[in-house]
């Protein structure tokens, strides 16, 4: 039997899984967002002040658009909202576009870890939260974070805390002349002592926290914010060092007479380590600036590290005046090298002081 030829009308097209729209890269403009500060994270959920300062000022809850795919939001970050943005209980928002940011703190897990972790974003000033004791100072995590603030065109605080239990002499003679400013507190019968010299330094700014756990962080958030109520914990006895006590990033307004620009304090979980992955080797003694000072007299080419020859670093250490400013000065060379050869496996100096405010051990 002669089989019938198929006409037009026979054709049968299945259609696609996805639909027959074709695929576009084009993107909403959401032309109707409106500006947010994000101020918190917590499980997929943001915090964000919608008109922050001025008279629509509230808070939205949202979440992230599908079309940022991977990109981080974080507490700092100015978005572009859509969506309900009142505020009121049940209301939720989408964040659809990340501003354009003017500084980025960065950290990773070690200094071989690919996976950069972005802490917050659009803060001016690195606060390195340092206790004198109980747990002791670490200058090797203080070294690592002046170094995350310098790549990130921040400046860098020490704020040293519990100066009730140690001298923050040898501390501030370390870092001052480099150009970290130094603010101290210390506990006493009527609160913190030193709290308005700190007030006064970040007056004005938006000011990230960081620093190991037990480091009296949490405490100086809930001082300079009222209200707060950001967890505090103990230092335990055996190990030395602190429990988490902070579980994710927040930023809180402080509010300061006589100042008119907002003042913000960003606080973050207590961390064990700082990895600097992510910073360029040539750009770490930059982060040195007494080092960086010296080093310009080395040779064309010099490495700076512990088996270069004729480095003006081993030199400038040899010719200290005194017994104590040797000391100083070798312990800042030895954790520039320590931090040079962790990002690029060059040969790292034998230590061959022992630094006393860093007894706690480096990172």
């Known amino acids: 039997m002669a089989r019938r030829a198929l006409d037009e009308s026979d054709v049968r097209i299945r259609p696609g899984r996805r639909g027959t729209r074709p695929r576009t890269k084009t993107r909403p403009e959401h032309a109707d967002s409106e500006v947010g500060f994000v101020t918190g994270v917590d499980r ?152 308005d010299e ?11 926290l960081v620093g190991h756990s037990g480091v009296g962080k949490s405490t100086l958030v809930n001082a300079l914010v009222p209200g707060a109520y950001r967890a505090t914990g103990v230092v335990n006895d055996t190990t030395g060092r602190g429990r988490h006590t902070s579980s994710s990033a927040v930023a809180l307004r402080v509010v300061l007479p006589d100042t008119a620009t907002p003042t913000w304090v960003i606080d973050t979980p207590g961390v064990r380590s700082f990895g600097l992955a992510h910073v360029d080797p040539q750009h770490l003694l930059g982060a040195f600036a007494d080092l960086a000072e010296v080093a310009d007299d080395c040779p064309r080419g010099c490495t700076h590290t512990a088996d270069a020859p004729d480095c003006v670093l081993d030199a400038w250490v040899a010719g200290a005046p005194d017994e104590q400013v040797r000391l100083a000065r070798a312990a800042r060379v030895e954790s520039f090298r320590r931090l040079f050869a962790s990002r690029t496996g060059a040969a790292e100096a034998e230590p061959t002081v022992s630094s006393a405010p860093d007894v706690g051990g480096g990172v």
């Open 198 to 208: 700190l007030r006064a330094a970040i007056a004005g700014r938006t000011s990230v």
């Open 44 to 195: 997929g959920r943001y915090t964000v002040l919608v008109d922050a300062g001025g008279p629509g000022e509230r808070k939205a809850i949202a979440m992230k658009a599908r079309e940022l795919g991977r990109e981080r939001v974080v507490p700092g970050d100015r978005v572009d909202l859509v969506g309900d943005t009142s505020g009121i209980d049940g209301s939720l928002s989408r964040i659809v576009r990340i501003r354009e940011r003017t500084t980025v703190l960065r950290r990773t897990a070690d200094d071989s870890d690919p996976v950069e972790r972005v802490i917050v974003a659009n803060a001016d000033q690195l606060v390195i939260v340092t206790a004198l004791a109980d747990p002791e100072p670490r200058t090797r995590m203080i070294d690592r974070c002046v170094a995350a603030a310098y790549d990130a065109r921040m400046d860098a605080l020490l704020a040293l805390t519990k100066a009730d239990l140690a001298d923050p002499a040898e501390l501030v003679a370390m870092y001052e002349p480099i150009g970290v400013r130094v603010v101290i507190t210390s506990r006493g019968p009527d609160g913190i002592v030193g709290l």
